[in-house]
């Protein structure tokens, strides 16, 4: 479904106005996960599979809300002091640091943020364009001036060290955006967002087991403990929803695929992000990605590249951007933009306090 298109002017833009990232310093070489895992694969077969090298994965002193807090204090500090004050905080992630209650108000709280409606969003690798477009709308509504868009994932929690089909896959980050009230002619302006979902796929990519249906109070089995991704149609339905969604968004936007200067897709797999550009068209030098340094950081894989490559300076701000990613659920999701103008800034995760302050809670 893509968002009704509406020209610019009929309606305030959602522009970035700050971008942040954070990474566990930890590097994970593709033969150390082989080696924890003895896992019956090589390092050939992984590069050349799927283009990762190497990943970075947090300790078991970090959690997904102190790799959130990290960047989303980034976004703020790279929109600088005259940048806005966040009155939302969105948290995509399916690595929460708990079931219950959501992570997102303990990072707003972590941030100084004040009472701001903070909740989280559980989209999978779609997480990010589904919390951008969630946001954006909220914003355009008037629901809100300032969201924060945060995308943050530890799948080395959920990921099983023995399971060769995944444990090569996946890293620990967060990255996030501060938007802001703008004009869709200015640099950062999110123009036009589609998304979807096909819950007949909902087996492909799950953790059976710690919900409602399989408590992880029933004593589960392994299998039912970990992640588990059953690739090859993962793979199908991968290339084709992205390829579709990204050609709604594009058509929705008035672009044709020559227009796109910079295509970053979700970083799931090499050989998928190049089937996508190649089917929609869009020759290499305007792809950018870090796959082969992080790996699949789900959530905020996006983000997390569209970082580093705006850290790089990849595109002078206001270059045509084309943002699609696909994951469990199985959701998809595909944005349109103008390159930032933002300066990236990158913080090491913030180690949760022992104690929250406690004496704060339910005072005005
Ligand atoms: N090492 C060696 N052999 C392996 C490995 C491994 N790590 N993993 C699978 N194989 C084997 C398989 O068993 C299979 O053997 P067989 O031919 O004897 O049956 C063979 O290699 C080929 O298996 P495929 O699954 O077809 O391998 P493929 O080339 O597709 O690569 C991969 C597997 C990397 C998982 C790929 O399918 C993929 O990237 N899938 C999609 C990932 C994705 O897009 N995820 C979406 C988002 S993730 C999220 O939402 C959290």
């Known amino acids: 479904m893509t968002t009704p298109p509406g020209r610019p002017a009929d309606r305030p833009a959602a522009v970035i106005g700050g971008i942040g990232a954070s990474l566990p310093p930890r590097v994970v070489t593709n033969q150390q996960v082989i080696e924890h895992g003895a896992l019956d694969t090589s390092t050939d077969w992984i590069t050349s599979r799927t283009g990762i090298h190497r990943r970075r994965l947090a300790g078991p002193d970090v959690g997904t809300g102190d790799l959130a807090t990290a960047a989303a204090r980034a976004a703020i500090d790279s929109a600088g002091p005259a940048g806005p004050r966040p009155d939302l905080l969105l948290l995509a992630t399916t690595t929460p640091d708990r079931p219950c209650p959501a992570t997102a108000p303990e990072v707003a709280h972590r941030l100084g943020l004040g009472p701001v409606p903070a909740f989280d969003l559980a989209a999978v690798c779609s997480g990010f364009l589904y919390a951008l477009t969630t946001a954006a709308a909220l914003l355009r509504s008037g629901t809100c001036q300032a969201p924060l868009v945060v995308a943050a994932e530890k799948y080395s929690a959920i990921i099983d060290p023995l399971d060769r089909d995944t444990a090569p896959l996946f890293g620990d ?99 998928i992000l190049d089937a996508v550009a190649d089917r929609l068209g869009i020759p290499p030098r305007h792809r950018f990605g870090n796959i082969r340094e992080v790996g699949n950081t789900a959530g905020a894989s996006v983000p997390l590249a569209l970082a580093d490559a705006a850290a790089r300076g990849v595109r002078p701000p206001g270059a045509p951007t084309l943002l699609t990613a696909f994951g469990g659920g199985l959701t998809w999701a595909s944005a349109t933009l103008l390159w930032p103008d933002a300066p990236v800034r990158t913080a090491p995760p913030e180690p949760r306090p022992h104690t929250l302050d406690h004496k704060e809670v339910g005072t005005p």
């Open 173 to 271: 980050a967060a990255a996030a955006v501060l938007l802001r009230r703008g004009d869709a002619a200015e640099p950062g302006a999110l123009l036009e967002t589609d998304w979807g979902s096909d819950g007949a796929g909902s087996d492909l990519i799950a953790i059976a087991g710690g919900g409602a249906r399989l408590p992880a109070t029933v004593g589960l089995r392994r299998e039912e403990q970990y992640f588990r991704m059953r690739g090859r149609p993962v793979y199908a339905h991968a290339v084709r929803r992205m390829a579709a969604s990204a050609t709604a968004v594009l058509g929705a936007t008035g672009w044709q695929p020559g227009d796109v200067r910079a295509f970053i897709g979700h970083q799931a797999n090499q050989r």
